[in-house]
């Protein structure tokens, strides 16, 4: 246990190397233990060593063939390796994976996401609100998701949600109002990142805007903060 945690902190802190020395003490000690050997094999990955990381996540597979950690990362390997043809198999497979825990559900509906099979993605999220425990991340990917999907009223409620939760952050509100337009006329993204930020184009804008009204001096800031929907947060 005392191994495991030690490896664990060392892959948050990015020291792979010692991490990986970590879980394969650990994997000596018992090589039974899936997380322990589901870490190592990223850390392997991070490290360089796909082919290390490859047979370590199979290994896992042999023992829990639906071990959705195991299986997302199987098919980040193939995707490294440009092996186009295993990349489209394990992707078909995922597919069928069925989460059982709210970190299931975020890995599996992030994996499905990014390779743009958003509508499945937000099945995953959907129904793990209606199953498990979650927090403010799987209601933002699920308004993500939707959104990718064509579901714009389904992100504008998740986002509109997400803005009661987090009222005083603007990231939320940007992507509810996308949604509003996108429900009225023809989207102006046709597809949002999975990564929790403003797209850095409207980060850009949002600069040059307060930019342009500090330069006008105190009285307009302190009427465009009052007045202008730009600058509030509701």
Same mark, same amino acid.
């Given at each position: ?9 060392? =892959?948050?802190?990015?020291? *792979? ?9 650990? /994997?000596?000690?018992?090589?039974? /233990? ?19 990381? /490859? ?7 042999? &023992? ?15 995707? !490294?390796?440009?092996?186009? @043809? ?37 099945? &995953?999220?959907? %129904?793990? =609100? ?7 991340? =799987? ?12 579901? *714009? ?8 949600? $997400? ?8 990231? %939320?509100? *940007? ?5 509003? @337009? ?7 993204? $046709? ?6 930020? &403003?797209?850095? !184009? ?5 600069? %040059?805007?307060?930019?342009?009204? $500090? ?5 307009? !800031? ?13």
């Amino acid at each position: 246990e005392k191994l495991a945690e030690e490896g664990r902190e060392a =892959m948050d802190q990015g020291d *792979y190397s010692r991490a990986a020395e970590r879980f394969s003490r650990c /994997l000596e000690q018992d090589d039974s /233990l899936v997380y322990a050997r589901n870490n190592l094999s990223i850390c392997q990955y991070a490290l360089g060593d796909v082919e290390g990381a /490859l047979r370590d996540v199979e290994q896992v597979r042999a &023992v829990e063939p639906q071990n959705i950690f195991a299986n997302c990362n199987l098919l980040l390997y193939y995707q !490294t390796l440009r092996d186009v @043809e295993r990349s489209i198999e394990q992707l078909e497979e995922i597919e069928k994976l069925v989460p059982q825990n709210e970190q299931d559900a975020l890995r599996l509906g992030l994996a499905l996401g990014e390779n743009h099979r958003d509508a499945a993605a937000y099945e &995953v999220f959907r %129904s793990a =609100m209606n199953q498990f425990e979650w927090d403010e991340r =799987m209601l933002y990917f699920a308004g993500i998701a939707a959104y990718n999907s064509g579901q *714009y009223g389904r992100a504008f409620r998740h986002f509109g949600e $997400l803005s009661k939760w987090e009222w005083e952050n603007s990231i %939320s509100l *940007y992507y509810r109002n996308l949604a509003q @337009e996108a429900m009225k006329e023809e989207p102006q993204v $046709l597809w949002l990142a999975y990564q929790y930020q &403003v797209p850095l !184009t409207e980060a850009a804008r949002r600069v %040059s805007v307060i930019n342009g009204v $500090l330069r006008q001096g105190p009285r307009a !800031t302190r009427r465009a903060f009052l007045e202008d929907a730009e600058f509030r947060s509701d």
